[in-house]
């Protein structure tokens, strides 16, 4: 995944919209999915727990299509440059903490639908009846193996989210200079307002 190199302009880069719209639909997509997860691991077997479980892959599946289509995206659009004057270490702690939430966000559902695979049928259903591929050869044992890193996967991104969260109001509210105004609708502090930097409709190539 390409790092930026940082950039001397004074003008605030942010990501472009596309970028932003699936950051955040992802972000309610996950605080769902963690409900709801939760929620039908501690109900008794039975109808509403099926159709909490039915929901839960679902949005896991469509989690991991819109990550795959945010990586892609990502990968043909390199993000904008930091400021030249961001301290090394928070540049790198942030491409590296990036780099394991988009981890997470693959690892997670990929691990699920192993842990959904064991059943010996070739598909589970989705909300509406969908029929998603369940993974072939995957026997119990396997299942119940994958089950278990899936919940030690949960654990690890919900603690990498509150140190994510942690950074984003930390670069916003006392850093200097904070890079937050990069995921609107964060703002740049000093009321300059941040310019596109992003993929083609990129303000920044434009104005070069
Ligand atoms: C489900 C929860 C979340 C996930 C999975 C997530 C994931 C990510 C990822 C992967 C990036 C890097 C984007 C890229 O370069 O491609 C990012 C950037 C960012 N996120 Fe989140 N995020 C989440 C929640 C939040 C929340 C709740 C906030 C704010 C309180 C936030 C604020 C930001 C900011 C400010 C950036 C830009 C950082 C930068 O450019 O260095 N995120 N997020």
Do not use: C
């Not at 769902?32 to 501690?42: E, I, K, P, S």
């Not at 890193?149 to 509210?173: G, K, N, P």
């Amino acid at each position: 995944m390409a790092h930026m190199s940082p950039t001397a302009s004074r003008q605030p880069l942010r990501y472009a919209n596309p970028a932003v719209a699936l950051h955040w639909t992802i972000v309610v997509l996950l605080l769902t999915q963690v409900w709801l997860g939760f929620t039908f691991a501690d109900m008794p077997r039975g109808p509403a727990r099926m159709e909490f479980f039915t929901w839960h892959k679902t949005i896991g599946a469509t989690i991991l299509l819109l990550t795959l289509i945010r990586l892609g995206y990502r990968l043909r659009n390199p993000p904008p440059p930091y400021p030249v004057d961001m301290p090394a270490w928070r540049m790198t702690a942030a491409a590296w903490s990036h780099r394991l939430l988009y981890f997470f966000l693959i690892a997670l559902p990929v691990t699920g639908l192993v842990a959904a695979s064991g059943t010996g049928k070739s598909t589970t259903p989705l909300v509406g009846g969908i029929p998603l591929p369940t993974v072939p050869g995957v026997n119990e044992s396997t299942a119940e193996l994958s089950g278990g890193v899936h919940e030690v996967l949960v654990w690890s991104t919900i603690a990498l989210l509150v140190l994510h969260v942690a950074a984003a109001l930390y670069e916003q509210f006392v850093a200097r200079p904070g890079v937050a105004y990069r995921m609107p609708p964060f703002r740049d502090r000093d009321g300059q307002p941040a310019v596109i930097a992003q993929g083609e409709g990129s303000q920044l190539n434009e104005a070069d």
